[in-house]
Antibody
Framework: EVQLVESGGGLVQPGGSLRLSCAASGFTFTNYWLHWVRQAPGKGLMWVSR????????NYADSVKGRFTISRDNAKNTLYLQMNSLRAEDTAVYYCVRAEGYWGQGTLVTVSS | DIQMTQSPSSLSASVGDRVTITCRAS??????LVWFQQKPGKAPKSLIYAASTLQSGVPSKFSGSGSGTDFTLTITSLQPEDFATYYCQQYYNYPLTFGGGTKVEIK
């Protein structure tokens, strides 16, 4: 069974940093691109970033480019999202996603003073 | 980016009803489409992938069809646990893009 388990969310002040993790199991991690998708409170879904199976290609939404960094450790079956210079508008639940319809349970990031 | 347009944005239905939700892509996406259900405060739950393939463990009351630009999700015999918001999502091209959601409410 495919499982994606996020962690690392929390309350952070504007301008602060946070690193999210996503532990994957139940599939061959090294075969798949993985994504981060976020959902602000009461809002729709927004794609944030993606990374190729071997980590060689990364892409970002314009709103996070230059502030967020996606990475993965294929030895640990873990996906990461390093978030720097956080803003209030980054407040959202962040999901680790495999595009064919597999989602984690999400981790809440709240940016507030 | 590929735009995903879902309709209706909300609907009211009764227990036992059959409902149909549509999703239109702004360009052809072959069958690279997922339907998922989301309840308040919960993570999305995938129902269908590849436009018409049921995810493991999802009851057969859910079905999907379509290819190219036009897709439908049909739910037969609506039950209380089916009242939720439903989204479509394309994975033909990055970025992943999503429909605006269809909220299915109890009449």
């Amino acid at each position: 069974e495919v499982q994606l388990v996020e962690s690392g969310g929390g309350l952070v002040q504007p301008g602060g940093s946070l690193r999210l993790s996503c532990a994957a199991s139940g599939f061959t991690f090294t075969n798949y691109w993985l994504h981060w998708v976020r959902q602000a409170p009461g809002k729709g879904l927004m794609w944030v970033s993606r990374i190729k199976s071997d980590g060689s290609i990364t892409n970002y939404a314009d709103s996070v480019k230059g502030r967020f960094t996606i990475s993965r450790d294929n030895a640990k079956n873990t996906l990461y999202l390093q978030m720097n210079s956080l803003r209030a508008e980054d407040t959202a639940v962040y999901y680790c996603v495999r595009a064919e319809g597999y989602w984690g349970q999400g981790t809440l990031v709240t940016v507030s003073s | 980016d590929i735009q995903m347009t879902q309709s209706p944005s909300s609907l009211s239905a009764s227990v036992g009803d059959r409902v149909t939700i549509t999703c239109r892509a702004s360009q052809g996406i072959n069958n690279y489409l997922v339907w998922f259900q989301q309840k308040p405060g919960k993570a999305p739950k995938s129902l269908i992938y590849a436009a018409s393939t049921l995810q493991s463990g999802v009851p057969s009351k859910f079905s999907g069809s379509g290819s190219g630009t036009d897709f439908t999700l049909t739910i037969t015999s609506l039950q209380p646990e089916d009242f939720a918001t439903y989204y479509c999502q394309q994975y033909y091209n990055y970025p992943l893009t999503f429909g605006g959601g269809t909220k299915v409410e109890i009449k």
